[in-house]
């Protein structure tokens, strides 16, 4: 795999402080070379959606990591400090496998570059207009929607049993672990700073709002990119795949809006059994706050 691109100088350093964390930093490698173009069930539709969404993730998870170190210094309790550091770690390796994907892609001629800098520029407004609160409040939005796609993901076979290629495979449900395993980081230090609830919800409605455009903004423009808009039986498979009644999405809706109850907390939506599952089949039973190379 190549990463000789702009990776190193975008993501921070994943070494050091996160012994003691109850989840460790893990560094796989990813070789795309032999992924086939349309990896998702051989549908053009289904493909661009993972890809298209996947862009947005080596700038978004920046994004989260800046808005999460910018109040570190407010945080007192040391067990949250090593988890804040194991989830920078995380968030860094997966910004990094990314940018590798979307060399990738962008090497097949697929505009994945445009798609990137969707990421920077909607998540620059809130930065440029809102308060660190505010940013961190976003990240702990996104954070539920990652969690709880990533829980979706690592239990909904009908998923992971289309992923045509196995490096793509191994790929998500490394990032599916490991986005269930920091899940409460950045809500439990928006509450170590005293985060209120409005802003929370503030946050997720911002989040909802931005990720659906951008989702759908994105699908379009992939599919009339690759020349598929008419290709109605791969629209109407990916959209059965997605929506449909035992679809990806359907059921993460409610567990989506949980987020809006008062008493939320991360934890509340148990992953605990999938979790050990997958981490044992990708050799993933490593010891807390150790770095698996
Ligand atoms: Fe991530
Ligand atoms: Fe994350």
């Given at each position: 795999m190549t990463q000789t691109h702009t990776a190193a100088t975008r993501t921070p350093s994943?070494?050091?402080?996160?012994?003691?964390?109850?989840f460790p930093v893990r560094r796989p490698d990813f070789d795309f070379?032999?992924?086939?173009?349309?990896?998702?069930?051989?549908?053009p539709m289904l493909t661009h959606f993972m890809n298209g969404m996947a862009a947005l993730f080596p700038d978004g998870e920046m994004f989260f990591v800046k808005s999460v170190r910018a109040v570190r210094?407010?945080?007192?309790d040391e067990a949250l400090q090593k988890e804040i550091s194991a989830f920078i770690g995380q968030e860094a390796m997966h910004s990094k496998a990314h940018l590798a994907l979307d060399d990738y892609l962008h090497g097949k001629g697929v505009p994945i570059k445009e798609i990137e800098k969707i990421a920077v520029n909607l998540l620059g407004v809130i930065h440029r207009y809102g308060s660190k609160k505010l940013d961190l409040s976003v990240t702990c939005a996104l954070e539920h929607f990652t969690a709880t796609w990533a829980q979706q993901f690592l239990t909904h076979d009908a998923t992971r049993e289309v992923f045509n290629d196995p490096t793509m495979r191994k790929l998500w449900t490394w990032h599916a672990v490991e986005e269930s395993e920091h899940k409460a980081v950045a809500y439990d230090t928006y509450k170590a700073i005293g985060g209120d609830y409005a802003t929370r919800a503030a946050g997720m409605a911002i989040a909802m709002a931005g990720l659906t455009a951008a989702l759908v903004y994105i699908e379009f423009k992939m599919v009339r990119h690759d020349r598929q808009l008419t290709n109605w039986r791969a629209w109407g498979q990916g959209l059965k795949h997605m929506f449909?009644?035992?679809?990806?999405f359907t059921p993460t809706i409610p567990k989506l809006f949980d987020?809006?109850?008062?008493?939320?907390?991360?934890?509340?939506?148990?992953?605990a059994e999938a979790l050990a599952q997958r981490r044992s089949e990708l050799a993933f039973?490593?010891?807390?706050?150790a770095v698996l190379h």
């Open positions: 994943a070494a050091g402080r996160h012994e003691g964390a109850s070379s032999k992924t086939p173009e349309y990896w998702f069930d051989n549908n210094d407010q945080i007192r449909g009644l035992k679809g990806f987020y809006f109850r008062p008493g939320f907390h991360p934890n509340d939506h148990d992953v039973d490593a010891p807390a706050g």
